[in-house]
């Protein structure tokens, strides 16, 4: 099962039984990815866009290792206090399909 696949899955057990239900979804998740683990790389609590290096506050944060290591980036919104931003790395032709199925099924959690 490829990892856009277990995703999909993932998505539609969310869907049938509520989000606010979903307290084991990390446990469902990870049964998914047997032969390839999903691995993220960073955290939305390192709050990368208040750092300073004297140039004033940072405009964009790439975690460049998910381009060959297969893993999510994740890190703090720079945009919305709270807020998280995801980062994927496939290539053209999977990222379309990811992009598509992730529109998608986001109109369909969204309250």
Known sequence: MSGLQAMSKAFEE??????????????????????KPLTAAGSSMFRVYDVNFGWGKLSKVDIISVAYSGAMAVAQSREERGGVEIGLSFIQSEMEVFKNYFDVNLQNVSP
């Open 14 to 35: 969310v869907k049938k039984i509520g989000i606010n239900d979903a307290k084991d979804w990390m446990k469902t998740a990870l049964a998914r990815f047997v032969h």
